[in-house]
T-cell receptor, first 115, second 112 residues
């Protein structure tokens, strides 16, 4: 089965630093998503992306966050100035057309630790 | 926005028994309800989903029911096995996976 891949698997950063989390969605998928999961808590929607623009974003996705599809394969999440509370597992996901409710494929996640 | 409530937060059953996890949602526009299984340290994996035009769906030992009027949906696992032990999340989406909201999760433990 095709997979969403994420790098790095672990990222440690100092508070105030910028981080970029990288994802390679499944190649023929058109919709891309970022979710986060604070340890022991629920998976939280951050943002969805289609046709080179944000489709939806949650209240968590403030001005410190941005997403980009810099080329035909990568999808990135940037946090400009990390805070301690940004420490979480960040999951990228993708789906096919998005026109019908389709299966979301999750990546294996990037564990971000902000010190 | 959508708010999904999930109960119970923890559930312990004996191997072979059934397990039921219940969720409610707030947005009547939600039309897609997936269930995810997440093993420790791993990604969420879709195990079953149901759309709003269907009241029940079954896949081997797993079934999901949906009551749109009451805005609740449930996951039923029969003949539970130790490998069913994981955290299960329900989710609801009003707009084709956009803005999908997850429940808080249920930690299921199946005792051999």
């Amino acid at each position: 089965e095709p997979e969403v891949t994420q790098t790095p698997s672990h990222q440690v950063t100092q508070m105030g630093q910028e981080v970029i989390l990288r994802c390679v969605p499944i190649s023929n998928h058109l919709y891309f998503y970022w979710y986060r999961q604070i340890l022991g808590q629920k998976v939280e929607f951050l943002v969805s992306f289609y046709n080179n623009e944000i489709s939806e974003k949650s209240e968590i996705f403030d001005d410190q966050f941005s997403v980009e599809r810099p080329d035909g394969s990568n999808f990135t999440l940037k946090i400009r100035s990390t805070k301690l509370e940004d420490s979480a597992m960040y999951f990228c996901a993708s789906s096919g057309t998005g026109l019908t409710n389709e299966k979301l494929f999750f990546g294996s996640g990037t564990q971000l630790s902000v010190l | 926005g959508e708010n999904v409530e999930q109960h119970p937060s923890t559930l312990s059953v004996q191997e072979g028994d059934s397990a039921v996890i219940k969720c409610t949602y707030s947005d009547s526009a939600s039309n897609y309800f997936p269930w995810y299984k997440q093993e420790l340290g791993k990604r969420p994996q879709l195990i079953i989903d149901i759309r709003s035009n269907v009241g029940e769906k079954k896949d081997q030992r797993i079934a999901v029911t949906l009551n749109k009027t009451a805005k609740h949906f449930s996951l039923h696992i029969t003949e539970t096995q130790p490998e069913d032990s994981a955290v299960y999340f329900c989710a609801a989406s009003p707009n084709n996976n956009n803005d999908m909201r997850f429940g808080a999760g249920t930690r299921l433990t199946v005792k051999p």
